[in-house]
Nanobody
């Protein structure tokens, strides 16, 4: 059974930094494309970042490009999202997702497994 468990969310002031993590078990993490999505209250879930199986290729939403960095450690079955220069509009529940197929995934329909999410709140 595949499980994705996020952690590291919390409350941070605008301009601050936070790193969220996602530990994956029960599957072949090292062969999967991974992604981060977020959902703010009253809004649809939106793409944040994606990374290929070995970390060599990444993709970002325009709203986070230059501020967020996605990375992975295949030896630890762990995905990361480093978030810098946070803004109040980054406030959301952040979800990690796993895609069993080759190629970056920019849409939520491209992913097969999801975590339960971790709350990130940025105060102004």
């Amino acid at each position: 059974q595949v499980q994705l468990v996020e952690s590291g969310g919390g409350l941070v002031q605008a301009g601050g930094s936070l790193r969220v993590s996602c530990v994956v078990s029960g599957g072949t993490f090292g062969t999967w494309t991974m992604g981060w999505f977020r959902q703010a209250p009253g809004k649809e879930r939106e793409f944040v970042a994606t990374i290929n199986w070995n970390g060599g290729t990444t993709g970002y939403a325009d709203s986070v490009k230059g501020r967020f960095t996605i990375s992975r450690d295949n030896a630890k079955n762990t995905l990361y999202l480093q978030m810098n220069t946070l803004k109040p509009e980054d406030t959301a529940v952040y979800y990690c997702a796993a895609r069993r197929w080759v190629g970056l995934g920019y849409g939520s329909d491209k992913y097969d497994y999801w975590g339960q999410g971790t709350q990130v709140t940025v105060s102004s």
